[in-house]
């Protein structure tokens, strides 16, 4: 029997072991369900990323964050914390200011503008994350938030 993520990935061999079946089924499930979030962000020009460094940013209020501080907050790692931060500025959505006490200390903050966007994005983004994840009962839940993070522990 051809197991279904094998189906749809096309693969004509089977997979080495339940384990590899299981990472390519984590894949390509992450990868369903953030394009769903991407489809949701997309009207207002943001992408996944960006949405999540907002989200740190807000809950960093009124303090704020070293760049450093929010790459290590983010869910998906990205190289290039800086060029996201600009990109945010460049938007009214951050704003970063200097240390006068150590002017080597640059903190970002999210502006009212990016706590706007935010505030619309709570409902669309909620109903996404039901819609996905409704169907699951709230132990199955449960378990699959204690099993993704069994997994991920052992990852590191």
Do not use: W
């Not at 993520?5 to 299981?22: H, L, Y």
């Not at 369900?33 to 960093?60: C, D, H, M």
């Amino acid at each position: 029997m051809v197991e279904k993520v094998q189906a749809e990935i096309k693969r004509k061999k089977p997979f080495r072991g339940r384990e590899e079946e299981a990472f390519v089924n984590l894949l390509r499930t992450a990868d369903a369900l953030l394009q769903g979030v991407a489809e949701t962000l997309k009207p207002l020009g943001l992408s996944p990323t960006q949405y999540n460094v907002l989200r740190i940013l807000r809950g960093a209020k009124p303090k704020g964050l070293s760049c450093r501080e929010i790459g290590e907050r983010m869910i998906t790692r990205d190289p290039d914390v800086t060029r996201l931060l600009d990109r945010l500025e460049d938007r009214g959505l951050a704003a970063r200011t200097r240390s006068r006490e150590d002017r080597r200390v640059i903190t970002t903050h999210i502006t009212d503008h990016g706590l706007q966007i935010l505030g619309k994005l709570e409902e669309p983004i909620g109903d996404l994350h039901t819609r996905q994840l409704g169907h699951l009962k709230a132990r199955q839940l449960c378990t699959l938030i204690e099993l993704l993070e069994q997994t991920r522990n052992k990852a590191g």
